[in-house]
């Protein structure tokens, strides 16, 4: 069940990015500045792809920890970049803790993966 909220979480992200990448890509990024349309829709792959992997429990280890990253990103830029960042900064740490608790646990869909 954790995995599946997640999952879920992870596609409504991907889906809000995708959504909004015209605005997301007239926001100005330190550091970056504007990003385009396209890394705007790669971004929101690589998320999509993560939430399906956890749905199906493919890789679920492997997947939590570019969850964890995203996540760990997210919560970090919750504040600066509300237009960007679709969750409250809370929702991130929950999605953190269910994220670190999935990568301990390798809970797969078929147990395949290893606990660490």
Same mark, same amino acid.
């Given at each position: 069940m954790l995995r599946v909220l997640v999952a879920l979480?992870? &596609?409504y992200i991907a889906y809000a990015q995708a959504a909004r990448r015209k605005e997301i890509s007239q =926001?100005? *990024?330190a550091v970056i500045g504007h990003v385009d349309q396209t890394l /705007? &829709? =790669?971004s929101s792959l /690589? *998320?999509?792809a993560t939430g399906i992997a956890l749905f199906l429990g493919w890789h679920t280890q492997l997947?939590? =920890?570019v969850g964890l990253v995203v996540a760990l990103k997210h919560a970090i830029f919750a504040k600066k %970049?509300?237009?960007l960042?679709?969750?409250r900064r &809370?929702? %991130?740490v929950y999605l953190i803790v269910i994220l670190l608790t999935l990568l301990i646990s390798g809970a797969g869909a078929f147990a395949m993966d290893v606990p660490l």
């Open positions: 979480s992870f &596609l =926001i100005q *990024i /705007v &829709l =790669i /690589v *998320i999509a997947a939590a =920890i %970049y509300p237009r960042i679709p969750l &809370l929702e %991130y």
